[in-house]
């Protein structure tokens, strides 16, 4: 039981390059989340999913697409990446109901974009 | 739109001396409030999760606190002990909503 996997760990990217950012989870989890996080600024949405087949828009979504591929993965997608989107990636997925909904997540995506 | 914040932002403190972490939101129309821990470069793991209708969780040496018309929940860390240095983020989740809002967390340093 691996829990949330992100790959990759690290990338360097020139401004203007794409790059797909990889989530799965094993938990059979329905909900998953994509966030930022930079200093000071604690965890920003950028996307969600509700189930295999929907997503959402969070707090931060300009610059990014999402798939989910199927109830296991969640992928982010950088079209052209600019410096601002320097910043570490978590993905996230959701267990449990009724009042008790926790989030598990991944160990992140450093991204640095010159 | 649901503030979170968590003051202060970094805490000292030696070995086993009893933490206190505070966290405070605008909106006390809450459906459940977490803490997370987060050791550097790592991701976040779940301590403790309050509902809206509890006032308090306890796991181990950790307890959390949660006054909702105060909009106020507190972790307590008993006997602090080095390997609890991390940094302690706490997340309220809105009533109907599906996103957590994060306040930017606590770094806690414990001294040996």
């Known amino acids: 039981n691996a829990g949330v996997t992100q790959t990759p760990k690290f990338q360097v990217l020139k401004t203007g390059q794409s790059m797909t950012l990889q989530c799965a989870q094993d938990m059979n989890h329905n909900s998953m989340y994509w966030y930022r996080q930079d200093p000071g600024m604690g965890l920003r949405l950028i996307y969600y999913s509700a189930s295999e087949g929907t997503t959402d828009k969070g707090e931060v979504p300009n610059g990014y697409n999402v798939s989910r591929l199927n109830k296991r993965e969640f992928s982010l997608r950088l079209e052209s990446a600019a410096p601002s989107q320097t910043s570490v990636y978590f993905c996230?997925?959701?267990?449990?109901?009724?009042?008790?909904?926790?989030?598990?997540f991944g160990p992140g995506t450093r991204l640095l974009v010159l | 739109k649901q503030e979170v914040t968590q003051i202060p932002a970094a805490l000292s403190v030696p070995e086993g001396e009893n933490l206190v972490l505070n966290c405070s939101f605008t909106?006390?129309?809450?459906?459940?409030l977490q803490w997370f821990r987060q050791d550097p470069g790592k991701g976040l793991t779940s301590l403790l999760l309050i509902q809206s209708s509890q006032r308090e969780q306890t796991s181990g040496r950790l307890n959390a606190s949660l006054d909702k018309s105060s909009g106020r929940s507190t972790l307590y860390i008993a006997a602090s002990q080095p390997g609890d240095s991390a940094t302690y983020l706490c997340a309220v989740r809105p009533v109907g909503d599906y996103k957590l809002s994060f306040g930017a967390g606590t770094t806690v340093t414990v001294r040996a």
């Open positions: 996230a997925s959701e267990g449990g109901g009724q009042g008790q909904e926790t989030q598990y």
């Open positions: 909106d006390s129309a809450i459906y459940n």
